[in-house]
Structure formats: C-alpha cells, structure tokens
C-alpha cells in the first residue's frame, strides 16, 4: 500500500509559480507511475500530467503544455509539478495520485492510491 501526502500549494497571483510535491510512503515508489489531478468547485476531477515509472516518459494536458512541469525523485519517493505562469482557471485542489499500470495513464479509474489534495489558487 502507499500513502500519498500532497504539499505546495497556496496562494499566487497571475503569472506567479508554485511547486507541488507529493511524497509517498513505502519502499515501491519506483514501481508506479504517478499523475496529477485536480478539481474545481463543481467540476469534475481533471487530469494535469502524469510521469512513468523511472520518470522518461511524462503527458500533459493541453492547456499545461509548456507551463507546468512533472518530475520525480525515486530516491525521495516524491513527485513534482512545477507550475509556472499560473492562471485563475489554474484555481483548484490539486491531488497526484499512483498507478501500477505500465505507461502513462490519463483516465482518473487507472489509479489506485491518491492524496488528500492541496488547494491552489491563483488571483487575477
């Protein structure tokens, strides 16, 4: 089992960066992929980026392409999303989430364990 505890978020006005991390327990980190997630207020929960196992193949959704960044430490069992750019609409709890599937995965169902979330929001 792996418990994931999500941290970084906060307040940022439009244009600024954030740093989400994402730290997982147990000794198997290196065995999923991971993603991030988020979910504004009367939205449904929406796929960000995902990053495989060793970390050589990462996804993006469109409108994060080229503003945020996925990456992971295996030897800290922590996964990252460097957000840059930030836009109101950016505004949401943002959860990363563990998959044991081998490639990439999009699809919320794919993923076994998640966090707690953090909440980002971003002013105008």
């Known amino acids: 089992q792996v418990q994931l505890v999500e941290s970084g978020g906060g307040l940022v006005q439009t244009g600024g960066s954030l740093r989400l991390s994402c730290a997982a327990s147990g000794r198997t980190f290196s065995s999923y992929a991971m993603g991030w997630f988020r979910q504004a207020p009367g939205k449904e929960r929406e796929f960000v980026a995902a990053?495989?196992?060793?970390?050589?193949?990462?996804d993006y959704q469109d409108s994060v392409k080229g503003r945020f960044t996925i990456s992971r430490d295996n030897a800290k069992n922590t996964v990252y999303l460097q957000m840059n750019s930030l836009k109101p609409e950016d505004t949401a709890v943002y959860y990363c989430?563990?998959?044991?599937?081998?490639?990439?995965?999009?699809?919320?169902?794919?993923?076994?364990?998640w966090g707690q979330g953090t909440q980002v929001t971003v002013s105008s």
């Open positions: 989430a563990a998959t044991s599937r081998t490639s990439v995965v999009r699809s919320p169902v794919g993923y076994v364990y």
């Open positions: 990053i495989s196992k060793r970390g050589s193949n990462t």
